[in-house]
């Protein structure tokens, strides 16, 4: 089995060395944001979607829009407005005079990398569409089912300031994503730096650096990251401790409406292989664990009405959850 990790580890160590490259074209455009940009590329890597949150003007879009342009795929932006209906994303059939036949018209949604902007400003038909995509990798127009492209990618943004005119996406359909990504704003130092460098409104060329196919040999690296017992176990009792919190010594039962779904189990275990392939590393250890789990687990833990009166959030649960579990 050592011997194992070692070569595991030596295929990663080989693997891995585009993802620097791919951070430094990244980062000649985006200033900071580090982790906002590595969970982008732990998504990619586990062919998983991802919501943004953030407030207006914190690099959602532009970071989404980059990555798709260092990538050597097709790229759709979709901007989600109230008036935004399921056929505007999926296609529909057309008429078609001559022969009196409809022939299909795909949507913007056949494509790899689809920026879901603001998706919640469109009404639950729209997300419900996007969704089911999103879950079947696949759409059916008319009678006819198309399956989407590979890789297919939602990269999603909400603002979560603003709430007037929008239509919050459920618990259930939030779910779908992978991952939430809570954006920041920047330090001092970084915002001095975004001033200098987007003073001129032009465009920084970045290159394309990587393939479709880069992306699917890479995923089958990370699917060979070692994954002990232990570590298993581990990941099994945070998530088991969102939904009897008791048998874990943790008083959160008042706190707690509703726990995280296995799905949750199946993601993390597969971010915290791509958290380790991104470190160069072809083995998984608690500080993976620790680093990502956040982002997996914060729209799956839904907190209660009193833990809101009290201003405990479902990430103020999280941590007290890691900080109470032994660590193997």
Same mark, same amino acid.
């Given at each position: 089995m ?6 595991i580890?030596e295929?990663?160590k080989?693997?891995?060395v ?12 985006i ?10 590329f732990? *998504?990619?890597?586990? /062919?998983?979607h991802?919501?943004?949150e ?5 690099a ?8 798709s ?8 932006r979709?901007?989600?407005t ?8 999926i296609?529909?059939m ?24 603001e998706? !919640?400003?469109a &009404? ?5 569409a996007l ?10 127009i008319?009678?006819?089912?198309y399956?989407?492209?590979?890789p297919?990618?939602?990269?999603a943004?909400? !603002? ?7 239509? &919050?996406l459920?618990?259930?359909?939030v779910d ?9 704003y ?9 001033m200098?460098r ?5 465009q920084?060329p970045?290159?394309q ?13 990370? /699917?060979?990251?070692?994954?002990d017992?232990?570590i298993?176990?581990y ?13 874990? *010594? ?14 949750a189990?199946i ?8 958290h ?10 608690p ?15 839904i ?7 009290? /201003? ?5 649960i ?8 032994e660590?193997?």
């Amino acid at each position: 089995m050592d011997y194992d990790i070692r070569a595991i580890n030596e295929k990663v160590k080989e693997e891995s060395v585009f993802v620097e490259v791919v951070f430094k074209e990244l980062e000649k455009v985006i200033v900071g944001q580090r982790h906002m940009l590595e969970r982008l590329f732990i *998504g990619l890597l586990c /062919n998983g979607h991802m919501l943004l949150e953030g407030v207006p003007g914190l690099a959602k879009t532009l970071s989404i829009k980059t990555l798709s342009r260092i990538i050597k795929a097709q790229f759709q932006r979709i901007q989600f407005t109230p008036d935004l209906l399921p056929a505007d994303l999926i296609g529909t059939m057309i008429y078609h005079q001559k022969d009196g036949s409809f022939i299909p018209k795909k949507g913007p949604i056949f494509t790899n990398i689809v920026l879901a902007d603001e998706i !919640n400003r469109a &009404p639950a038909k729209v997300q419900s569409a996007l969704l089911e995509a999103m879950q079947e990798r696949q759409v059916t127009i008319g009678n006819q089912t198309y399956p989407l492209e590979d890789p297919f990618l939602v990269l999603a943004t909400q !603002n979560p300031i603003e709430q007037e005119g929008t239509y &919050p996406l459920p618990e259930a359909q939030v779910d779908r994503f992978m991952l939430k990504i809570h954006i920041t704003y920047p330090d001092k130092k970084e915002e001095r730096l975004i001033m200098d460098r987007m003073m001129n409104e032009e465009q920084i060329p970045v290159s394309q650096v990587i393939s479709p196919e880069d992306i699917v040999r890479a995923r089958s690296v990370v /699917n060979e990251v070692y994954v002990d017992d232990k570590i298993k176990d581990y990941i099994i009792d945070i998530v088991f401790a969102t939904r009897e919190p008791k048998k874990y *010594g943790l008083d959160l039962d008042n706190l707690i409406e509703y726990g995280a779904s296995p799905r949750a189990t199946i993601y993390l275990t597969r971010a915290v292989k791509a958290h380790a392939f991104l470190q160069r590393r072809g083995y998984v250890t608690p500080e993976d664990i620790k680093s990502i789990g956040i982002d997996i687990l914060r729209h799956r833990v839904i907190a209660t009405y009193e833990a809101e009166a009290e /201003n405990i959030t479902s990430e103020n649960i999280i941590q007290q959850i890691f900080d109470t579990i032994e660590v193997p």
